[in-house]
């Protein structure tokens, strides 16, 4: 099943049956990432007295389990700016389409003189190429398979530093994906400088008239080696949380 998408004046062919799942699944068990401190996530079934729903145990007709689990903490996940502001906003409303063009990257963060490791402008200018994409997908070195269950709470993990934000707000990306548990500092004293700087926030408790509402973040994903850097559409779908970040399934489909 192929479609062909115009764009921005050119038309675009992919292969709808070869889609590129970028999501990390979401598991109860220690085999799922964890960031922020937390435990593993949960799923299981409901109990009532003596009544347990779950069909093998022999009283239920069907699965019905609880989840408890923290989009920011447990896997791939998409957030807008209500994620740091004062005011509520949730990334339901943020997001209305959920397809777009975009770059895929490699880039192995720059150690830096404190010891951490940190994407940089210079890196992301050396690889970028304007088309006119409105996302951006960031892919990490090294890049094992440990990321889709790698505990990240206490390691200080690679960032961006704000100035690669900017530049991706100022070519005019709405949508930044990521295979890290943040684009900022695990511990950086809450200044949130890349999550401000892509969104365009300058006050988080009195929200500028052009901070970016429609924009968002994804973070842990997982982009395996075989996938090539380049140019994709990237399907953004969003489980209907009203919440300032969903568990999210990213999609790419790379362009014919």
């Keep these: 099943m192929k479609a062909t998408i115009t764009y921005s004046g050119t038309d675009y062919h992919i292969d709808l049956m070869k889609p590129i799942d970028i999501s990390i699944p979401l598991v109860n068990t220690e085999d799922n990432p964890i960031a922020w ?51 509520f906003y949730s990334v339901n409303d943020s997001l ?81 994906l990521i295979d890290l548990p943040s684009v900022d500092r695990e511990q950086d004293e809450g200044k949130l400088l890349a999550h401000k700087a892509f969104w365009n926030v300058k006050d988080t408790r009195h929200l500028n008239n052009d901070a970016r509402l429609d924009a968002t973040i994804t973070e842990m994903v997982y982009i395996p080696n075989e996938v090539e850097d380049g140019w994709y559409f990237v399907n953004i779908q969003l489980a209907s949380f009203v919440n300032d970040a969903s568990p999210s399934k990213p999609v790419l489909y790379k362009i014919l």
């Excluded at 022999?58 to 209500?82: D, I, K, M, Y």
């Excluded at 990321?147 to 100035?163: A, F, G």
């Design 37 to 87: 401190y937390l435990d593993k996530p949960e799923i299981a079934p409901v109990v009532m007295h003596d009544w347990i729903g779950k069909v093998s145990e022999g009283q239920s007709s069907t699965n019905f389990n609880n989840v408890a689990f923290n989009p920011h903490a447990h896997g791939t996940h998409t957030e807008c700016l209500g994620h740091i502001t004062y005011d």
């Design 96 to 176: 209305k389409t959920y397809f777009f063009f975009a770059q895929l990257i490699t880039i192995a963060p720059q150690l830096q003189d404190n010891g951490d490791y940190v994407i940089t402008l210079d890196q992301v200018k050396h690889v970028w190429v304007e088309n006119n994409q409105k996302a951006v997908v960031i892919r990490t070195l090294p890049n094992e398979l440990a990321k889709t269950h790698q505990k990240y709470s206490h390691t200080n993990p690679p960032y961006l530093c704000d100035k690669t934000a900017s530049f991706f707000k100022e070519q005019g990306v709405d949508h930044l």
